[in-house]
């Protein structure tokens, strides 16, 4: 894997350390919701979990659409699946090395 292509990759994988940024990825994986979905569903305060929809969104894991007054949230699934191409590429290159 490429430097930069792993440093990002990792900065991503911090993002997503975080329980409440991972739940919402989570949650968001059944499709796209509003904040108020969002915020309900994990039992946060609002001003909660807009925090750390901006983290997402500042780093490209989610994307926004707003609707009137309201913005609903949907995974980026171009870097949600950099992400999952680092976990197999980690997975596979365990494998490799246990073979005898």
């Known amino acids: 894997m490429k430097r930069k292509n792993s440093t990002h990759s990792l900065e991503l994988l911090k993002i997503l350390s975080n329980s409440t940024r991972f739940n919402i990825v989570l949650l968001l994986a059944s499709g796209e919701k509003c ?3 969002i915020y309900k569903n994990l039992n946060l305060p609002q001003n909660l979990a807009s ?3 901006g983290i997402l969104r500042q780093n490209k894991l989610i994307i926004d659409r707003k609707d009137g007054k309201w913005i609903h949230y949907s995974l980026n699934r171009k870097n949600i699946r950099i992400v999952n191409n680092l976990l197999e590429q980690i997975i596979s ?3 490799k090395r246990s073979k005898c």
Do not use: A, S
């Open 93 to 95: 290159t365990k494998e």
């Open 35 to 37: 904040v108020c979905e």
């Open 51 to 53: 925090h750390h929809l």
